[in-house]
């Protein structure tokens, strides 16, 4: 394992989003820190007013990534302003390096039982698809946001 699978993402992107918080506007960037060992990854969706959420909605996150070089596999961490923190693990990646998967290990500030998970499709060199899915005790995954991110100057 190592990080040429996740260089896709090095570099700042744009794009829209939809999901149980409404339609919105998305922010991410993604880039190495701390002598190459780290990948840091900063997110901001802004939802505004509309009829599913009346009130809009900004959300931020703040997350690294770290290659376990013990499990052989990528975790990441992921901060949210709600006081969430989701510490995921790759579950999968394929072949060809153009669709992963992180499974939440760990979720903090969050009733027990509850899962994550982030999933990521590349659709190109320049734009990618990522989905959010929640869980609650017992139950199977359900969509909660899914967006459609493009490089900004690529």
Not at 53 to 78: A, C, M
Not at 137 to 143: A, N, V, W
Request: charged share 25%; hydrophobic share 30%.
């Amino acid at each position: 394992m190592d990080w040429k699978a996740l260089e896709f993402f090095v570099g700042k992107w744009q794009g829209t989003g939809s999901g149980q918080p409404g339609t919105g506007d998305y922010e991410r960037s993604y880039e190495f820190i701390l002598n190459q060992k780290f990948l840091f990854v900063k997110n901001q969706s802004i939802y505004p007013p509309q009829e599913r959420n009346p009130q809009g909605e900004t959300h931020q996150d703040w997350g690294i990534i770290s290659l376990d070089k013990g499990r052989d596999t990528f975790v990441y961490r992921q901060f949210h302003k709600e006081g969430f923190v989701n510490q995921y693990m790759l579950e999968r990646i394929s072949p060809d390096n153009k669709e992963f998967s992180f499974i939440s290990e760990s979720i903090e500030n969050i009733p027990s039982g509850w899962r994550a998970r982030e999933s990521y499709r590349i659709l190109s060199p320049d734009e990618f698809i990522e989905t959010f899915e929640l869980a609650e005790p017992g139950k199977e995954f359900e969509l909660y946001t899914q967006c459609h991110l493009k490089k900004c100057n690529p």
